[in-house]
């Protein structure tokens, strides 16, 4: 069964910076769209960013010139470089994998953003 390991999150200041990282099994990562997903406490779970397989991304609104998702291809593991990191960015992170054999769900890794 696929697994995703995600590593990063922590507590810090507004304007400061963290980086996710989910790393996969090879077989699942190669072929597939990873995401980054979030939720707030009291709100829906959102996307964050995307990046295919061939590496084109997609960003929400509110994170667009700030974050930044990339694809280690030769590590199957996805990254989400954040920066100018404000309050409302507190949330849990998931990461989230969509490949040939299946859909999976990282267990999440939270991010406080708080002075």
């Known amino acids: 069964q696929v697994q995703l390991v995600e590593s990063g999150g922590g507590s810090v200041q507004p304007g400061e910076s963290l980086t996710l990282s989910c790393t996969a099994s090879?077989?699942?990562?190669?072929?597939?769209?990873m995401v980054w997903y979030r939720q707030a406490p009291g709100k829906e779970r959102e996307l964050v960013a995307g990046i295919t397989k061939g590496g084109s991304t997609n960003y929400a609104d509110s994170v667009k010139g700030r974050f930044t998702i990339s694809r280690d291809n030769a590590k199957n593991t996805v990254h989400l470089q954040m920066n100018t990191l404000k309050p409302e960015d507190t949330a849990v992170y998931y990461c989230?994998?969509?490949?040939?054999?299946?859909?999976?769900w990282g267990q999440g890794t939270q991010v406080t953003v708080s002075s």
């Open positions: 090879k077989s699942f990562f190669s072929a597939a769209t």
């Open positions: 989230y994998g969509a490949g040939v054999t299946g859909t999976v």
